[in-house]
Structure formats: structure tokens, C-alpha cells
């Protein structure tokens, strides 16, 4: 079967290659319909991460996946048919969370995740998976279900903090986003839907299909720190950028007993210079909170498929409308190169 292959390690070596069809015995055989493209992506083809599976030198890319059923042994819950998106993180099987099901908090880093680390993604014509780490997605969310792996992200970071805060008598009102991008909308609807009256700041003019879609979920678009409402302060923060001086910069907008949880990643060698002893007396003296959040659980996945559900109803059209370019399976590395008006950029698998 054709997929789309990286060899780790290797910048620019993306290419379509035959590969041996997925073992399907005792899982799920589904068909891939539209792979999603963001940042770890971009990473893993410019050669600074990515890890093939034992014995195999290529990965299959693909992990924020939309599928179709196709195949299903006996006893499955799932039908031909069904839409599905499988979970990316596979647990270990020696430490403590991966053996309670909680493998997103993995401690020993010898987790797997499809097409990232240790395991084929699903950039393929068709791909396998255990039906546990399967997620069906209801037909009215339709193609928008290629956002719920994103969009458990922002599920996890909105339980993290929730279940850190109640070391304190803790009634959030207003919530900060950093970011527009998918994530930073996603965060967005979610947060609106959680009933937090949510500003989202970024660098895009106030015109911008971005800034468009913060005010159309009912939040607030904010463009550069001056254009804060709120006074600048906010009971919960979510980071989505990544940008390590803004970090910082959104860390003094915390209330007192506020939290703010990281959702992106830093990169290359950026320095901050950073007033640390402020930094500290305000974690200190106002019971502030930060904490970083990475993949998700079964249970975020869940939540991302009902905040979905919910915008389906109450926004129709919205989160069709955050996918804004998609491209072949051929033309993989063009969905990499960012244009002016992306916001998600997918991979219609099915065309190849």
C-alpha cells in the first residue's frame, strides 16, 4: 500500500513509498481519510525528531487521524462504517500511570506514539489499531473529527488545571489563551462552552479569518498584550504558542491563586531575561500555578468529541471552517510550508 514516509533523522527525506499492509488480526482495520499537519510534523521532517519502529528504518507519518471502519473481528463495538480517531500514545509496560491507564502521564519515557515515536502513524491508505485505543466520532461532527486529537490537548489542559486547583477554593471566571492557532481556538471553544469569559491574544490583524473565529465562539480577540481586557488579569492561562518570552510576559497577567498550564513546546535556543526574583515573590506570595501538559488520555479524547459535538450544534460550520487547506498525499510537504490564511492544514488521504 502507498503511505507517506520520513527516515528519522533525516531532513527533507519525506516521500510516498509501498509499505507492508498494517497487521490487522485481533484490531481494527480502518481506512485513514484526512491526516492533520502541525508543528511535530514539521519537526519530525526537518530531521529533529521522529523514531522509526524496531527493525524498520522509514515512519509512516500521520497522527492526528479521521478514519473510516472497514474490518472488525468478533465481539467489536464498532461497525463498517463508523468514523474513528485513534489515540497517539501507546503506554510502557513498567511504570506506575502507564499501568493504571493513565500512559499520557508516562514516567519512564518508554512510551510509543503513532507516527512520532516507535510506531507507524496512520498516513496510509490503511492503517490497524486496537479497538481500546480507538475513538469513535458521532456523524454530525463529520469532517471536523480530524480536529480531536488537537482538540484533546486543550481537554487535558483544561482537566489539569482544574484538578491542580482544588488545593484551593478556586471560582474561575476569566481565562487567557496565547495563541490562534488551532490550538489556541480549540482552547477557546472549549473554555467558552466551560462558561470562562475568554480573551485570546495573538499578532494577526483584528480582520483575520483567526481573530474572526475567536469572536464568532464568543470570546475576545486581543491583538498584542495592549489590546488586554480584564485589566490584564486572569484566573486561568493557557499557553499554545510556545514562545518562551511570552511565557514569562503571561505569567504577571496570573490573578492571585491563578493557573497557567503550557501547551507548547519551545524552540531552538531563544534566552529570556527575566526579572526572577518578581517572578517568584508573585508564584510565591499569590498561590499561582504552573504546569505543563503534553498528549492526552482516553477521557480527553472523549471531551474533544463532545466539544465538538456541542459546536456542531451551536456554531454550524465553525470547525469545518478551521480546516482551510487540504492537500494529496504526494503534496505533503506543500501542507508543511505555512500560508498567510492557514489555520489547519489536512491531508486528504483518500485522493491518493
Not at 492526528?64 to 509496560?93: A, M, W
Not at 490573578?255 to 534566552?271: D, F, I, K, N, W
Amino acid at each position: 500500500m502507498k503511505a507517506g514516509v520520513i527516515t528519522p533523522g533525516v531532513a527533507d527525506s519525506y516521500r510516498v513509498a509501498e509499505m507492508a499492509e498494517p497487521d490487522a488480526h485481533g484490531r481494527v482495520l480502518f481506512r485513514p481519510d484526512l491526516i492533520g499537519i502541525c508543528g511535530t510534523d514539521q519537526e519530525i521532517a526537518a530531521g529533529l525528531y521522529g523514531e522509526a519502529p524496531p527493525g524498520d528504518s522509514a515512519l509512516i507519518l500521520g497522527h492526528e487521524v479521521l478514519g473510516t471502519v472497514l474490518e472488525v473481528g468478533p465481539g467489536s463495538q464498532l461497525r463498517p462504517g463508523d468514523r474513528v480517531v485513534p489515540i497517539v500514545r501507546r503506554p510502557c509496560d513498567h511504570c506506575h500511570p502507564c499501568s493504571l491507564g493513565q500512559w499520557d502521564q508516562c514516567q519512564s519515557g518508554d512510551y510509543t506514539e503513532r507516527g512520532i515515536k516507535g510506531r507507524h502513524g496512520s498516513l496510509s491508505e490503511r492503517a490497524a489499531a486496537s479497538e481500546s485505543f480507538l475513538v469513535e466520532v458521532s456523524a454530525e461532527v463529520g469532517d471536523s473529527g480530524v480536529l480531536v486529537e488537537p482538540g484533546s490537548v486543550v481537554a487535558k489542559a483544561l482537566r489539569q488545571a482544574e484538578s491542580a486547583q482544588r488545593r484551593l477554593p478556586w471560582v474561575p471566571h476569566t481565562a487567557l489563551v496565547t495563541g490562534a492557532g488551532p490550538i489556541g481556538l480549540l482552547a477557546a471553544l472549549l473554555l467558552t462552552q466551560h462558561g470562562y469569559a475568554v480573551t485570546v491574544m495573538d499578532q494577526v490583524e483584528a480582520t483575520s479569518r483567526r481573530a474572526l473565529a475567536v469572536e464568532e465562539v464568543g470570546a475576545t480577540y486581543a491583538q498584542g498584550s495592549q489590546g488586554l481586557a480584564s485589566g490584564g488579569v486572569f484566573d486561568l492561562v493557557i499557553e499554545a504558542t510556545g514562545f518562551s518570552p511570552l511565557v514569562f510576559e503571561a505569567a504577571a497577567w496570573l490573578a492571585p491563586g491563578g493557573a497557567m498550564v503550557l501547551t507548547g513546546v519551545t524552540g531552538g535556543h531563544r534566552q529570556v531575561v527575566e526579572d526572577t526574583n518578581q517572578f517568584n515573590q508573585r508564584m510565591v506570595l499569590q498561590n499561582q500555578l504552573m504546569v505543563g501538559s503534553v498528549n492526552a488520555s482516553r477521557a480527553d479524547y472523549l471531551h474533544s468529541v463532545a466539544m465538538l459535538q456541542r459546536a456542531a450544534k451551536e456554531h454550524p460550520g465553525w470547525t469545518d471552517a478551521l480546516i482551510t487547506r487540504r492537500v494529496e498525499m504526494a503534496d505533503f510537504k506543500s501542507g508543511l510550508a505555512h500560508q498567510p490564511e492557514d489555520i489547519k492544514v489536512v491531508v486528504s488521504v483518500a485522493s491518493a
